[in-house]
Every structure is written in structure tokens, then in C-alpha cells.
């Protein structure tokens, strides 16, 4: 068989809405070559996103039933996950392997990254030294990759992957320094190892279509960063041999409807919240109900069967709230699982569910007011702003991280908890398919129709890989 090589661009937030004058690289390869709808995975977020391609399994099987979950068991929330072992099903390269014995698969700022099979691999992953610092880096496999990729790369710039940076011109470079990094370390990868199939995300798109939301102006030159890093991506995999999709998770559409599941909870007296330090803390384990919120999507997780009822019709009383899923509309999505909650909930188009449990800022916990993605029970496209309302918010971010490089302790809570200033978000399934994800090959024989499931993607990675044509 003679060797077929794939590199798979991931552009986080690309929907047919997106191309337009903005996007000449990607109009060409879809022109040359063909391109699909997909489907979304449900929820349309990312860990979901990329299981679903990379297994060829829904929720109900490979567990990933979003960016974050609770744990029964240990009676907490856990985001951003990154060991593969929680992903329980076969990945496409262990397939190919059985085809192939020697295939190599590099996976590049793809999730649940550590400890996979995949034979290289890079994602972000701070150290956390006993004396409390946050320390910004990368961990590879191997881990030589580290150190080498670092020393011809310089660091990889960790504030513009997610927070009030990202997307942003500052200090940390252009807007779109960590998808450029991450670009060049595909280089690097391919040109070192020659994997037979590379898995590449840009995350570019994501920040400012949730800051901005899809109409702002400024989106258009993120839209034309993209293309041209994607084109010259597409350009470098060509003239090596690799032949190319380009993918997405999920596409972004506007919002302006924060709801707060957890506060609503409050109201109704089935919250447990803590005080500690005079802060007010959500306590999971001793909550007879609660939200775990995900974008669109939010899992209720009920410690007593018996109101399961009682709290689904109040939810589908709630503004925002479009669908409430019980045990057998769960199993109809795909998400039927141990890790999801017992109630699974779709805001309506233009609504989104925050963490928020809190009623007085005042008593907010302290990550509130921080980036701070694990330790949230819930995710906070808020840490994409800073907070308005501190006078010289910059001055005080020096100050901090001068009081950080002198080896003080410093709470870094410059973030608003002000949801109203998100304007996109993702997750449910959007109504206009102009917003479903994308895939683009630069084969014109590569799909059956115009729309696929999520499902299928990893059928198309493996036919890529083999040289299977499609059947237009």
C-alpha cells in the first residue's frame, strides 16, 4: 500500500457563515476539493467535538459528555480533563495501526493529550509549584520535544491561549501568537518525525467570535489571520506530501441571554453554599441540586431521584431553557452516560448558561475574579474580558505579576462577573446549518452528500489515510 500521510486542521469556530472575502485560502481548497457539513456532536463543545471525530462513538460510549463533568464519586467538578484514559473508546491511529503497523500519529493542542497512544504530542499544561505559583508551559510526549521545541521556538505564549489576552494585540505578541505557535510546531513535528497523521488545532476564531460575537466588524480580521494561516499551513503539508482536511468543532453564534441555573437552584432552596473566608463557596456534595454549566448545554446533577420531576418542570419554566433532556430523550441524544446529569439542558439560541451562584458580588468566591478553568464548576467565557470597572486594570496586572516575579503570593482577580458582556457561545445545536462545523478536503471525491454526522468524521480520517474515494 503506498503510504498516504494526513495533517488535520481543527479551526475552532468555522462555519460556512464565516467564508466569504475574508477566507480566499479556504474558498480555493474547497474548490479544488470538496466540502461538507457536519453535523454537530452533542454538546457542540470541544472534548465532545473531538471524541466524536477521533472515535467514531457518541458520549453514551467514549464518555465525554462535555468540557467538564461531576464525579459522583468524589463529589466534584472536573474541567479540562487532560488524561486520554477518560476517553473509552478506540482512537482512529489505534485503528490504523492494526492496517498500518508503524503508523505514527502526532497530536498537537488536541485535548485529553497526555498519556494517550498518540506517538507525539504537545499541549499547554502550567506547573504548580508547592509554593503556590502558576508557572506557564507545555508537556510533550516525548518529553525531549519540550526542551527542543522550546530552544528553536521560544516559549510557547500561554496567556494568549485562553483569558482577557487571547485574541488580542499586547504584550504577548499578535493576536494570534499561540495559533501561529502552534502552527510552527506542526512544522517542527512534521519536519522532524514525518507522523502519518498530524492532528492540528487552531483556536484563533474562538476568542473574539465569543467576546464579539459573529456580527462585530473586528471578526473579520481574525477570519483573515486564520485563512492566512491555515493557506500557508496547507501550503507547507502539500509541498511535503500530506494530504489535507480542515475541520471544526462547532460554529459560534451570537447571544445575549446569560441564564443562571445555579442562582435559580438557590432560590428554590436546593443549593448548598459554604462560607469560607468570608466568600461564598458552592458545595456540590451536599447539594440536593445543582448545574454544572457548559456553554449551551448544562448538566443537573439531583442527589435525591425524587425531585427529578419536581426540577425538570420548573426548568422548562425558565426563561432561556429550551429543552429539558430526561433519562430517555438522553439516550435519543447520544449522551446517555454515568457522567452526565440526571437532567441535561439546551438553552434557547440566543441564551447561555453561567456557573454563577453567588447573589451578591461581594461575597463571589475568589477564583470568581480569576482564570482559573479547573477550579470553576462550570466553564466562564467571562475570563475573555477584564474587568472594567478597575481604573488602570493594566497597571494593576504589572503590579501583580512584578509581585509574582518577586516571589510574593498575589491573586491575579482582574476578571468582571459581568455575563452580559458575552456576545457569542456554542453548544446546542444551531438552527441555521450555515452555523454547523465544517470539514474541507482537498480531494473532490472525499464526500457523499453535502452534510455528515459528527460521527462520520473519523470514517473520513481513516479513508483519507487509505486512499478511499467517496461516492459523489
Same mark, same amino acid.
Not at 495533517?7 to 469556530?13: D, E, I, K, M, Q
Not at 525531549?144 to 522550546?150: D, F, G, Q, V
Not at 468570608?278 to 443537573?300: I, K, M, N, R, T
Not at 452534510?451 to 480520517?461: F, T, W
Given at each position: 500500500?503506498?503510504?498516504?500521510?494526513?495533517?488535520?486542521?481543527?479551526?475552532?469556530?468555522?462555519?460556512?457563515?464565516?467564508?466569504?472575502?475574508?477566507?480566499?485560502?479556504?474558498?480555493?481548497?474547497?474548490?479544488?476539493?470538496?466540502?461538507?457539513?457536519?453535523?454537530?456532536?452533542?454538546?457542540?463543545?470541544?472534548?465532545?467535538?473531538?471524541?466524536?471525530?477521533? %472515535?467514531?462513538?457518541?458520549?453514551?460510549?467514549?464518555?465525554?459528555?462535555?468540557?467538564?463533568?461531576?464525579?459522583?464519586?468524589?463529589?466534584?467538578?472536573?474541567?479540562?480533563?487532560?488524561?486520554?484514559?477518560?476517553? %473509552?473508546?478506540?482512537?482512529?491511529?489505534?485503528?490504523?495501526?492494526?492496517?498500518?503497523?508503524?503508523?505514527?500519529?502526532?497530536?498537537?493542542?488536541?485535548?485529553?493529550?497526555?498519556?494517550?497512544?498518540?506517538?507525539?504530542?504537545?499541549?499547554?499544561?502550567?506547573?504548580?509549584?508547592?509554593?503556590?505559583?502558576?508557572?506557564?508551559?507545555?508537556?510533550?510526549?516525548?518529553?525531549?520535544?519540550?526542551?527542543?521545541?522550546?530552544?528553536?521556538?521560544?516559549?510557547?505564549?500561554?496567556? %494568549?491561549?485562553?483569558?482577557?489576552?487571547?485574541?488580542?494585540?499586547?504584550?504577548?505578541?499578535?493576536?494570534?501568537?499561540?495559533?501561529?505557535?502552534?502552527?510552527?510546531?506542526?512544522?517542527?513535528?512534521?519536519?522532524?518525525?514525518?507522523?502519518?497523521?498530524?492532528?492540528?488545532?487552531?483556536?484563533?476564531?474562538?476568542?473574539?467570535?465569543?467576546?464579539?460575537?459573529?456580527?462585530?466588524?473586528?471578526?473579520?480580521?481574525?477570519?483573515?489571520?486564520?485563512?492566512?494561516?491555515?493557506?500557508?499551513?496547507?501550503?507547507?503539508?502539500?509541498?511535503?506530501?500530506?494530504?489535507?482536511?480542515?475541520?471544526?468543532?462547532?460554529?459560534?453564534?451570537?447571544?445575549?441571554?446569560?441564564?443562571?441555573?445555579?442562582?435559580?437552584?438557590?432560590?428554590?432552596?436546593?443549593?448548598?453554599?459554604?462560607?469560607?473566608?468570608?466568600?461564598?463557596?458552592?458545595?456540590?456534595?451536599?447539594?440536593?441540586?445543582?448545574?454544572?454549566?457548559?456553554?449551551?448545554?448544562?448538566?443537573?446533577?439531583?442527589?435525591?431521584?425524587?425531585?427529578?420531576?419536581?426540577?425538570?418542570?420548573?426548568?422548562?419554566?425558565?426563561?432561556?431553557?429550551?429543552?429539558?433532556?430526561?433519562?430517555?430523550?438522553?439516550?435519543?441524544?447520544?449522551?446517555?452516560?454515568?457522567?452526565?446529569?440526571?437532567?441535561?439542558?439546551?438553552?434557547?439560541?440566543?441564551?447561555?448558561?453561567?456557573?454563577?451562584?453567588?447573589?451578591?458580588?461581594?461575597?463571589?468566591?475568589?477564583?470568581? =475574579?480569576?482564570?482559573?478553568?479547573?477550579?470553576?464548576?462550570?466553564?466562564?467565557?467571562?475570563?475573555?474580558?477584564?474587568?472594567?470597572?478597575?481604573?488602570?486594570?493594566?497597571?494593576?496586572?504589572?503590579?501583580?505579576?512584578?509581585?509574582?516575579?518577586?516571589?510574593?503570593?498575589?491573586?491575579?482577580?482582574?476578571?468582571?462577573?459581568?455575563?452580559?458582556?458575552? =456576545?457569542?457561545?456554542?453548544?446546542?445545536?444551531?438552527?441555521?446549518?450555515?452555523?454547523?462545523?465544517?470539514?474541507?478536503?482537498?480531494?473532490?471525491?472525499?464526500?457523499?452528500?453535502?452534510?455528515?454526522?459528527?460521527?462520520?468524521?473519523?470514517?473520513?480520517?481513516?479513508?483519507?489515510?487509505?486512499?478511499?474515494?467517496?461516492?459523489?
Amino acid at each position: 500500500m503506498k503510504e498516504r500521510r494526513l495533517a488535520v486542521l481543527n479551526v475552532v469556530g468555522l462555519s460556512e457563515s464565516m467564508l466569504g472575502p475574508e477566507t480566499p485560502r479556504l474558498n480555493a481548497l474547497a474548490r479544488a476539493g470538496s466540502q461538507c457539513r457536519v453535523r454537530p456532536a452533542f454538546p457542540a463543545v470541544t472534548c465532545t467535538a473531538q471524541s466524536n471525530y477521533l %472515535t467514531g462513538k457518541p458520549p453514551s460510549s467514549h464518555g465525554i459528555v462535555g468540557n467538564g463533568w461531576y464525579d459522583r464519586s468524589l463529589a466534584e467538578a472536573h474541567f479540562w480533563k487532560q488524561s486520554n484514559a477518560v476517553v %473509552t473508546a478506540p482512537k482512529v491511529w489505534e485503528d490504523m495501526r492494526l492496517l498500518e503497523p508503524g503508523f505514527t500519529c502526532a497530536k498537537l493542542f488536541w485535548w485529553h493529550n497526555m498519556y494517550s497512544s498518540a506517538d507525539y504530542s504537545i499541549t499547554p499544561r502550567p506547573m504548580y509549584p508547592a509554593d503556590g505559583r502558576k508557572v506557564f508551559d507545555i508537556y510533550s510526549w516525548p518529553y525531549s520535544i519540550r526542551t527542543e521545541i522550546k530552544t528553536e521556538l521560544g516559549e510557547f505564549p500561554f496567556p %494568549t491561549f485562553w483569558g482577557p489576552a487571547a485574541g488580542l494585540r499586547g504584550p504577548q505578541g499578535a493576536p494570534d501568537a499561540a495559533s501561529a505557535w502552534i502552527a510552527k510546531s506542526a512544522r517542527w513535528i512534521e519536519a522532524k518525525y514525518r507522523p502519518n497523521l498530524s492532528l492540528v488545532y487552531i483556536p484563533h476564531l474562538d476568542y473574539n467570535l465569543q467576546r464579539l460575537g459573529t456580527r462585530d466588524p473586528r471578526v473579520k480580521e481574525d477570519i483573515r489571520r486564520v485563512d492566512e494561516l491555515v493557506g500557508s499551513l496547507v501550503d507547507f503539508f502539500k509541498d511535503r506530501g500530506v494530504e489535507i482536511l480542515v475541520l471544526s468543532e462547532y460554529g459560534i453564534t451570537d447571544v445575549d441571554q446569560p441564564v443562571h441555573l445555579n442562582r435559580l437552584f438557590r432560590s428554590m432552596g436546593w443549593l448548598a453554599v459554604k462560607e469560607e473566608l468570608g466568600l461564598e463557596y458552592l458545595d456540590l456534595g451536599a447539594s440536593p441540586v445543582f448545574a454544572v454549566a457548559d456553554h449551551q448545554v448544562a448538566h443537573v446533577y439531583i442527589k435525591d431521584p425524587s425531585l427529578t420531576s419536581k426540577v425538570r418542570d420548573f426548568l422548562v419554566e425558565q426563561s432561556g431553557v429550551e429543552q429539558v433532556l430526561d433519562a430517555e430523550a438522553k439516550r435519543a441524544w447520544g449522551i446517555q452516560h454515568e457522567r452526565a446529569g440526571d437532567l441535561v439542558v439546551i438553552a434557547s439560541p440566543t441564551a447561555w448558561f453561567t456557573y454563577y451562584f453567588w447573589n451578591d458580588d461581594a461575597l463571589a468566591p475568589d477564583y470568581a =475574579r480569576c482564570v482559573d478553568i479547573h477550579r470553576k464548576p462550570g466553564y466562564d467565557p467571562v475570563e475573555l474580558f477584564l474587568n472594567p470597572d478597575i481604573p488602570a486594570v493594566k497597571l494593576r496586572i504589572l503590579y501583580k505579576l512584578l509581585q509574582k516575579k518577586l516571589g510574593f503570593r498575589m491573586l491575579m482577580d482582574v476578571i468582571p462577573l459581568d455575563a452580559s458582556l458575552v =456576545r457569542g457561545s456554542h453548544g446546542r445545536r444551531p438552527e441555521n446549518k450555515r452555523d454547523w462545523p465544517l470539514i474541507i478536503s482537498a480531494r473532490a471525491d472525499a464526500f457523499d452528500g453535502e452534510e455528515m454526522d459528527s460521527l462520520e468524521v473519523a470514517g473520513v480520517i481513516k479513508d483519507e489515510l487509505c486512499g478511499v474515494e467517496g461516492k459523489n
